[in-house]
């Protein structure tokens, strides 16, 4: 199929792009310099610059007071979106990891959202299943284990509000996700795509933005 108005994204027009969205703020940069310092091996799992100003500008766009999230690494997504939440807002977040999320809370008391933030680490699933079944969140987003991707859907869907939003990252999964004999994560993303897509519960909309983004709004 021909791409109409397509333009490829080199670095320059990358840079173009994050200078002239909503720059980090110093405890964003802090949190993106020791993610890669300190932990160059996965600093790959933190969140493009690009996102956190977009997590931001969704929790005001959607007025957004309670969020959940899945895959907390670091921290820099639940920071950006913590950041803009209203007086009285709060963020639960998911995580297995105590080693990388203690850098998430060092940077989440320095930026004064720390009282925000409800940090849950063990088994995701287990967490979002064990939350009421009703629909009391107004957005979440995902971006953890990818083979989990399904599971951490069903359990949250049902708990957005109607006209609540869904946000989850690396939907592209580095472009292997149109491979024919896509294995591993790769397949469990292409599965999962397929999923959202066929979910009558939602609409959604899949976009080229970082690792691919797939936005869904509750029916």
Known sequence: MARNNSTRLTDELYSYMLGHNPPLDPVQRMLVEVTHTELPLVAGKQVAQEQGPLLAFLVRLTG??????????????????????????????????????ERARTAWAKAGVADR?????????QTLESLPQEQAFDMAFIDADKINYIAYWEALVPRIRQGGLLVVDNVFFHGEVVH???????????????HVRQDQR??????????GLTLARRK
């Open 64 to 101: 957004a007071r309670r969020i959940v999230e899945v895959g907390t690494f670091t921290g820099l997504s639940a920071l950006s979106m913590a950041q803009a939440l209203p007086a009285g807002g709060t963020l639960l977040t998911c995580d297995i990891s105590e080693e990388w999320t």
């Open 117 to 125: 933030i409800d940090l849950r680490i063990g088994d995701a699933r």
């Open 202 to 211: 939602v609409e959604a909309v899949m976009l080229a933005v970082a690792d």
């Open 180 to 194: 024919p004999e896509a294995e591993g994560h790769a397949a469990a993303i292409k599965e999962f795509n397929d």
